[in-house]
């Protein structure tokens, strides 16, 4: 180490200067001959072993990632666990996006399992489902259970986790490119260590591996004092394009994006901010375009209980839910069709979700569906529109927050990139 002791002008502050400034050169010189050294024997060592070198190999045709649509047909897929599925805790963020009548449960079991019955059930519907997407020919992967109820705590918060039950909300397949959501909840914060090895997986055969830039989540990307009350509140708040996430930091959850080719749409919602949305536009530019609709939602979250998209031109659009922008579809020759009214009964848990689950469906292809059991009403809709159904009952399942679409992430799916809005 140069020790100088420093001296106020005249010869001898030159002279220190100039001693101080030669030892620099010297030690200057000799890093830039080290690292020059350093360098030729990595070329060396690159040259030697460049056949060898996998990071410089091409995509692989074989990519098991590829899917540019809610459509085409499906091989691929990951379902979520139910496993160990806990009750957030009752943050700002949760109130915001949950019903008042359930409320006092997330006071009372937020950072507790859900209802254990009720979860063994749920468990037991989708792995059911699984066993009926393999019959369909649909290769089904599963995400690692993880105990949800450790506490964790990051410089700006802590909370413990929630669940790896709805892959659709943490994960977006364009093409061959997996995005990872940076989510907005605190007690999802941690969710996408479940699905790191299939990602892992997947990207080892080719895909792309993408993760947006992971929020903070501090007290600044929240309104503390989001006034909400009722859901009157939320009419006024959400038509004032107020909600409880602010413009702190990027945030999105994926399941707020719906594809359809080279256009996908998204809302701007509880969980989902415009600098989010910009984030994905600047992304996914210029081979995607990324259009924001709106819907007359008191509590917008996550697009495809509200907006969903079944085929070429052809979407399904929750009329209790208008879509303001639904004249830019109908000018593009698209078919809206309003799902009929849900007919699961008042007095069944949807802790985290509407009704409108009914029209979260996932198509398998142009003419396959798959649909909840017990909604004969949807289901007759579909057969008119020539589409066979596919009936699975996860009721249980839809307790915890999703349908089919939500509890799943399409992987592959046999299908070319193309344009269905101009």
Not at 7 to 13: D, K, N, V
Not at 295 to 317: C, E, R, Y
Not at 375 to 396: A, D, P, W, Y
Request: charge should be neutral; include cysteine; glycine fraction near 6%.
């Amino acid at each position: 180490m140069l020790r100088v002791r420093c001296l106020r002008g005249g010869s001898r502050g030159a002279e220190a200067a100039h001693y101080i400034g030669s030892r620099l050169r010297g030690a200057f010189t000799g890093w830039v001959q080290r690292t020059f050294q350093s360098t030729q024997a990595a070329a060396a060592s690159q040259n030697t072993c460049a056949a060898d070198d996998k990071a410089t190999s091409p995509v692989p045709k074989d990519c098991l990632v590829c899917s540019y649509n809610e459509w085409d047909p499906l091989e691929e897929v990951i379902v979520g666990r139910a496993e160990n599925a806990c009750v957030p805790p009752f943050s700002v963020e949760v109130k915001a996006n949950t019903y008042e009548k359930y409320w006092g449960f997330y006071q009372k079991f937020g950072g507790q399992s859900f209802p254990k019955d009720h979860v063994k059930k749920a468990i037991a519907e989708i792995e059911e489902m699984c066993n009926i997407l393999k019959g369909e020919g649909v290769i089904v992967k599963r995400p690692d259970p993880i105990d949800w109820s450790v506490k964790y705590k990051t410089p700006d918060f802590e909370s413990t986790g929630m669940y790896a039950a709805m892959p659709r909300d943490i994960l977006l397949v364009v093409g061959n490119e997996i995005i990872e959501a940076p989510m907005a909840w605190r007690a999802r914060f941690f969710e996408y260590r479940a699905y790191r090895r299939l990602i892992k997986d997947y990207f080892n055969s080719g895909a792309k591996w993408t993760t947006a830039p992971k929020p903070t989540m501090a007290d600044e990307l929240y309104d503390q004092n989001y006034p909400i009350h009722s859901v009157e509140d939320r009419h006024k708040l959400a038509a004032q394009g107020k909600f409880v996430t602010t413009e702190f930091e990027p945030c999105f959850d994926a399941a707020d994006f719906i594809r359809a080719g080279r256009d996908i749409f998204v809302q701007r919602s509880q969980v989902t901010n415009y600098m989010g949305i910009e984030w994905m536009r600047r992304h996914l530019a210029p081979d995607y375009r990324v259009h924001i609709i709106s819907f007359k939602d008191p509590n917008p979250m996550h697009i495809d209980a509200t907006f969903n998209i079944i085929g070429p031109g052809l979407v399904l659009s929750n009329p209790d839910r208008p879509c303001h922008q639904i004249e830019l579809f109908k000018k593009a020759g698209w078919t809206v069709i309003q799902p009929p009214v849900p007919l699961i009964p008042d007095d069944h848990p949807l802790w985290m979700s509407s009704k409108w689950l009914s029209m979260n469906v996932l198509m398998l292809d142009e003419k396959r569906v798959m649909v909840d059991a017990n909604e004969t009403s949807i289901q007759k809709m579909f057969e008119k529109l020539g589409i066979s159904t596919i009936k699975v009952n996860i009721r249980h399942a839809n307790s915890l927050g999703g349908g089919f679409h939500c509890w799943t992430c399409d992987i592959r799916r046999r299908g070319t990139l193309q344009s269905y809005l101009d």
